[in-house]
């Protein structure tokens, strides 16, 4: 291959690569704003979804590195950076999280498209002891969920 040849196929490639995507995602905050300023997570749910009817299945969540369905309770040592993990596994549009502990409920809604993989890990901030809902809007209209009860150690002593 020639090094003309091989400049403007790199420079076409790149061009298509700068093209945006037609995938667009929502801005929540604007389309929603009552998600944002709900106190309860019903509520928060009801205002994203229109609806909270939830089914406890499809969605796995693991918080100070226990997950959901253990009988042994979390304990987050640090209640200004408590790590969240959590995976869905049937095909969904949006992902929520949400807890009950600071004045709002809502803490994030993901966009999910098809190419996205399905294993999330954040952190987050909880003033007290609450529970953490991550709900998963599936393609199929119906609303996947997981909660569960985390203890926050008062000065971050563990007790």
Request: charged residues 25%; aromatic residues 6%; positive net charge.
């Amino acid at each position: 291959m020639k090094r003309r040849e091989f400049l403007s196929m790199t420079v076409g490639a790149l061009a298509l690569a700068v093209v945006p995507a037609s995938v667009k995602a929502e801005d929540f905050r604007k389309s929603k704003p009552a998600v944002w300023s709900a106190k309860t997570v019903d509520d928060a749910i009801k205002a994203l979804y229109g609806t909270n009817e939830l089914t406890m299945s499809n969605v796995k969540l693991i918080t100070a590195k226990v997950p959901s369905d253990s009988p042994k309770k979390a304990v987050a040592s640090n209640g200004g950076a408590i790590p969240v993990d959590f995976s869905v596994s049937v095909p969904a549009k949006t992902v929520s999280v949400y807890q009950d502990s600071n004045p709002e409920a809502a803490v994030c809604v993901i966009d999910v498209t098809k190419y996205d993989t399905m294993n999330y890990s954040i952190k987050i901030k909880m003033a007290k002891s609450g529970t953490i809902t991550v709900v998963a809007e599936g393609t199929d209209g119906k609303l996947y969920a997981a909660k569960q009860t985390l203890d926050v150690a008062l000065g971050g002593c563990e007790g």
